[in-house]
């Protein structure tokens, strides 16, 4: 279900959007690209620092969307190329994958799993 192209973009330098809804509305927070990791059963895994609000609002609506890009690869209409998530997540904060994503972000207090229900290319 992953695209063979969002595994490239993630290859690159790039920045990634996760908003979520929580009881104040929607928020938004950043990581990057090389933070992302895909599992052999298609998750993504992204290391939790300070992402409390974020965490917070998956606990009351676990929901979200999530969108990365980089420059670098090429897209449906030139350089560049872009992805929109949609799906599910969990925050981990104990398990092999939290364990794994510690061994590698030793600042991750936590691990956010995220299953998508769809991806589609946006450039």
């Not at 490239?8 to 992302?36: C, F, R």
């Not at 670098?72 to 939290?98: C, D, Q, R, Y």
């Amino acid at each position: 279900m992953i695209p063979e192209k969002m595994v490239e973009v993630l290859k690159h330098d790039g920045v990634v959007a996760i908003a979520t809804v929580g009881q104040d509305g929607p928020h938004m927070v950043n990581t990057w690209n090389s933070y992302l990791r895909i599992t052999e059963d298609e998750r993504l895994l992204i290391p939790v620092g300070y992402m409390y609000r974020t965490e917070a609002n998956i606990a009351f609506n676990n929901r979200l969307l999530i969108t990365l890009g980089s420059s670098k690869v090429a897209g449906n209409i030139g350089p560049g190329t872009g992805f929109l998530i949609k799906g599910t997540a969990s925050i981990e904060s104990s398990g092999t994958e939290f364990e794994a994503t510690k061994a590698k972000f030793a600042w991750a207090r936590a691990v956010m799993a995220v299953t998508a229900d769809s991806i589609t290319q946006t450039l």
